[in-house]
């Protein structure tokens, strides 16, 4: 069986989030953290060890991720990561946000193949840990990614993960599997698919596509079906009771996190953006679940779906937003 992982997802699978999945469904072998942007100043703020102090992670087989151009910032946060336990850091060259690829991070630094490579050069000469990359295909042209896997398999990375987008297709459209076919083809480091994989058939298609892949990574489709992990794996799908208790252990420990009901509200929101698409007939539920204002009506919403709404075997994709949203 392909190893199944939990994508990272900023404002969606923070520690609280990874803890209550990890407990309730499992099926994951490898939660990838939301990434972190190392700073020159040689600390991580309170904010972010918040998500990846160790402490936060023991129950949970999770990775830390970096977002940055600069190698030297990359080593010291890689260094000081290894050094408290983790086993792999993840570099983050997917990230299509204006502000981070305005910048050259994240999908962004995939415009620089020279730059590129000699942050690789330095990287892998210094830091002991492995290191994978989590990458799209290119910015504009599905013709730039054998350029930049020439520079991939210059580097023993531990593990490359490719979301088969370009940095201009942000998150819509169809997933451009034939840039991956020629990208898997000519790897010489393990490959992990990621992209758009929502069913139980979707997983089983693509490892049947490419018995050789070694793993898979799954996020808006396991936000939305938090079972979908387990269910690959054969186990039976969550009943409404335990995607209720969920949901609800997560909201409570939002409202003890931030401290007040408002903004635990708020971030369930981004949950429930897809996990509404496991319900039949959610349109009028789902519109009325999004306007709540007050937190009591917020979990009466809430509460109504899981009394009222038939549960869909699979989820249905319906969280193609606009580009400017994301
Ligand atoms: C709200 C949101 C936040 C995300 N945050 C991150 C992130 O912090 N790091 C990262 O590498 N990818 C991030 N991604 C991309 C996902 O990890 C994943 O590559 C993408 O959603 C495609 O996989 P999927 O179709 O299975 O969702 C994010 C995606 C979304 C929608």
């Not at 840990?129 to 520079?151: D, N, Q």
């Not at 387990?230 to 420990?253: C, M, V």
């Not at 009394?307 to 606009?322: C, I, K, T």
Request: proline share 6%.
């Amino acid at each position: 069986m392909m190893q199944l992982y939990f994508a990272p997802m900023e404002g969606v699978t923070g520690y609280i989030y990874r803890n209550a999945h990890y407990q309730f469904f499992g099926g994951i072998d490898k939660y990838y953290m939301p990434f972190v942007s190392p700073s020159p100043h040689r600390h991580f703020t309170p904010r972010q060890l918040r998500d990846i102090a160790p402490a936060q992670n023991v129950a949970v087989p999770a990775l830390p991720q970096l977002m940055t151009k600069n190698a030297e910032d990359f080593i010291w946060a890689a260094n000081e990561l290894e050094q408290m336990g983790y086993r792999e850091v993840n570099l983050n060259l997917g990230c299509p946000s204006g502000t981070v690829v305005s910048k050259g991070k994240g999908a962004g630094f995939l415009a620089d193949p020279e730059g590129l490579d000699r942050f690789f050069e330095k990287v892998f000469s210094s830091v002991r840990v492995p290191i994978s990359v989590k990458t799209r295909v290119g910015i504009h042209k599905v013709s730039e990614f054998s350029r930049l896997m020439l520079v991939y398999n210059r580097y023993p990375i531990a593990e490359l993960t490719i979301h088969p987008r370009l940095q201009k297709d942000f998150y819509k459209g169809a997933v451009r599997k034939h840039v991956f076919v020629d990208a898997f083809a000519q790897s010489k480091n393990p490959i992990c698919y990621n992209g758009d994989l929502v069913t139980e058939a979707d997983i089983t298609q693509l490892a049947n596509e490419f018995p050789t892949v070694g793993s898979v990574m799954l996020g808006r489709g396991l936000i939305a079906d938090p079972s979908l992990a387990a269910r690959a794996q054969g186990k039976p799908a969550a009943d409404r009771n335990t995607l209720y208790a969920f949901h609800k252990s997560i909201y409570e420990q939002y409202t003890e996190a931030f401290g007040n009901k408002r903004n635990a509200m708020l971030r369930m929101k981004e949950i429930w953006f897809y996990h509404i698409n496991l319900f039949d007939n959610n349109e009028k539920y789902g519109k009325n679940l999004r306007k709540t204002s007050d937190p009591r009506d917020f979990e009466a919403a809430m509460a109504a779906i899981y009394q009222d709404l038939p549960l869909r075997e699979n989820a249905v994709p319906g969280w193609f937003r606009p580009a400017e949203d994301i």
